[in-house]
């Protein structure tokens, strides 16, 4: 019955806003990089630096399709987010940043499509591009505790375009459907499903907490949505749940839950 799946359900489940805490100063730098200028800045901590140059550059044609300096640029934007978080007042007094994590996953974009054909720096700098986006998780978070649905889903989105991960794409598919656009969810949980059957899914430590969150999310939306009609496709995708991530609380409880409230109806 997990063909009957209709449109997800997500109770926030925030267990605190984290952020990335990798030190700023201890940031690799890119992987086959040809830029000693964009390197010595960026290994040095100097960001703001990093960012101006990188950005002087690519105002020049010469650069202007060179994904090194895109990914410096995303780079150093995102060291930048992540230091505004500890002192706000960065941003404050360089306001041309006031969007860094923003521009981070933008240029992170830029660089990865304008590397497509020859391959030089991804896959080796995935790595970089994973960071950004762990750093972007709370921000999804809130949205959703904010019940701002449209803004979660794009974020996801932007993530998806620079990282393959079926945790976030999961998570991306109950976005569709909290966006009433049930076709995209399905197609995604058609393939995320069959990810975890065939034992395919993504291994990362840093997103596996947004699976066992999608599955309560999804069961939660169809007994909100209707309690009688979905209750045994809810059910369905929450023992589908269980079945991956058996000693996940949370779809426990709800597991418990709904057989109580059967053995009440039955009654």
Known sequence: MLRKLFIIVLIPMITGIYFNMFNPLSAQVVEGGYHDKLSNYYEEGHYLDCAFKADRMLMKSKYKKDPEVYLYLAISKHQIYLLSIKDPQILLDNKEHKNAYDDA???????????????????????????????????????????????????????????????????????????????????????????????????????????????NMYYDYLIKTDSIYFADSAYNVLKFGHKHFPKNPDILLRLENHKLQTDTITE
């Open 105 to 215: 996953l933008r240029n992170a974009d830029y660089a990865k499509k304008r590397d497509r054909r020859v391959g030089e720096f991804f896959p080796n700098n995935d790595h970089l591009l994973k960071e950004i986006v762990y750093s972007g998780l709370p921000i999804c978070e809130q949205y959703i505790a904010e019940e701002r649905y449209t803004k979660a889903l794009s974020y996801y989105r932007k993530f998806l375009k620079i990282i393959d991960n079926h945790h976030i794409l999961f998570m991306k598919g109950v976005m569709d459907m909290y966006n009433n656009d049930a076709y995209n969810a399905n197609e995604v949980f058609k393939e995320v499903f069959e990810a975890l059957r065939t034992k395919t899914l993504t291994k990362d430590s840093n997103t596996e907490h947004l699976m066992p969150q999608g599955f």
